[in-house]
């Protein structure tokens, strides 16, 4: 255990009410509870951790601040410190915050619910009552002035993927590594609570040098993928101008680098989703825009929709992406790519396909078609250029038609 880790009175932080059970001293040299979360949080990518310091988070606090790899980084509020963890999971694709029980649990609950409706993956960790509290009937301050600790808990359960309310060393490991394994797997927020008083005793089932983090790998139906892939290329190869478009799902599968594979590979024009912007490169030679209906770039609306084939991967069709469900897609001319599913036009819908698998087997198939971009660099007129003028200068005709001709030859 780090030397910067010590279990004594201060790592027994208690609320109003019996004291917490002293140290053991025949398990000095075991794990803690705090340590191990700390550990846990740096193996799955995380190296900043938002917080609310609160007299129920104290001493857990101080276990991540103990932890070298981790940065523990002082918010004004919890509200702050949930969207901060929000665009840390944007950005490295898992984040996590740390509030005190019920008065900031209640705080961050909206960033944490807009997490959830975005698909991201936060650790969202609540420092919890004293373990003795539970089942005395006492009231709490930093409550609703109830002897019942679960109303922040049942507001969690509607927009997180899992709650943890650890309260008992015993199952603790287990609690903490289902909870981030979970949030991992379903790329949901994950709420962890953890009894103010067990950051820093010493328990056997925590190892000074927790065992690695693994997360299983998700693989494909071998057979499944393999008949998606067939169906798809042939589909698409029957195409005479597909089109690709990125939607905001291409996160939950982390399959951005499958997609620019794929769209390499099948020469067709890229579109993205308004709620996916950002997940596709813009720079890529092949970008044509933001798909948005009646609102799309300038250009993209026209050849996406005129496309006979359209494979929209990751997509989310709701009111905000559909322009009021407007958009001038049909379903028989689409391919539906998901993070766990393809479905082919009206035909095949085939699950355990995942996506990072199934667009780099797809890259493999697809004969190489840049019809539609073509098309699209034929209709495209760049942005207009100001024209300099002289105050008060009059219109004249030769003026103007030298710019006439100046524009005719950027679109040729």
Avoid at 17 to 25: D, E
Avoid at 85 to 103: E, L, N
Avoid at 144 to 159: A, H, K, N, W, Y
Avoid at 308 to 321: Q, R, T
Wanted: aromatic letters at 8%; one cysteine or more; glycine letters at 8%.
């Amino acid at each position: 255990m780090d030397s910067a880790i010590q279990i004594g009175s201060s790592a027994h932080h208690t609320s109003a009410s019996a004291p917490a059970p002293a140290p053991v001293p025949g398990h000095a040299c075991s794990g803690t509870l705090g340590r191990h979360l700390a550990r846990r949080l740096v193996e799955i990518g995380v190296r900043d951790v938002f917080s609310v310091p609160g007299d129920f988070n104290l001493t857990l606090l101080d276990h991540l601040i103990a932890e070298p790899e981790l940065n523990l980084i002082g918010c004004c509020n919890e509200l702050n410190a949930g969207y901060a963890a929000d665009g840390y999971a944007r950005a490295k694709g898992i984040g996590a915050c740390v509030v005190t029980f019920t008065v900031g649990g209640l705080s961050v609950l909206n960033a944490i619910a807009g997490a959830c409706s975005e698909n991201l993956p936060v650790i969202c960790i609540v420092g919890g009552p004293n373990s003795n509290d539970y089942g005395t009937n006492r009231i709490l301050h930093h409550t609703i002035g109830l002897p019942d600790f679960s109303q922040e808990l049942r507001c969690f359960q509607t927009v997180t993927c899992i709650q943890a309310v650890v309260n008992n060393l015993d199952d603790a490991h287990e609690q903490i590594d289902t909870a981030i394994s979970t949030a991992l797997k379903e790329s949901k927020p994950a709420y962890i609570s953890i009894s103010c008083n067990l950051p820093g005793i010493p328990h056997p089932t925590f190892a000074r040098d927790p065992v690695p983090f693994f997360l299983a790998p998700k693989i494909s139906n071998h057979l499944g993928l393999e008949a998606a892939v067939e169906a798809t290329a042939e589909f698409l190869n029957k195409a005479v101008k597909p089109v690709i478009v990125g939607g905001p799902n291409l996160r939950v599968a982390k399959a951005q680098k499958a997609f620019v594979e794929f769209a390499d590979a099948s020469g067709y024009p890229i579109a993205i989703m308004p709620s996916g912007k950002g997940l596709v490169p813009e720079h890529h030679p092949h970008f044509i825009g933001t798909y948005w209906g009646a609102v799309s770039t300038g250009f993209c609306g026209e050849i996406v929709e005129s496309a006979d084939a359209y494979v929209f991967v990751g997509p989310i069709f709701n009111d905000y992406s559909s322009v009021g469900y407007s958009l001038l897609i049909k379903k028989e001319k689409a391919v539906i790519v998901q993070p766990n599913r393809v479905t082919i036009g009206n035909g095949p819908s085939l699950g355990w396909v995942f996506m990072t698998d199934f667009l780099s087997a797809l890259a493999k198939k697809l004969k190489k078609n840049s019809t539609a971009l073509e098309n699209y660099r034929r209709i495209f007129v760049p942005p207009g250029i100001p024209l300099k003028r002289v105050q008060d200068e009059p219109l004249r005709v030769n003026v103007l038609f030298k710019h006439i001709q100046v524009r005719l030859k950027r679109l040729m």
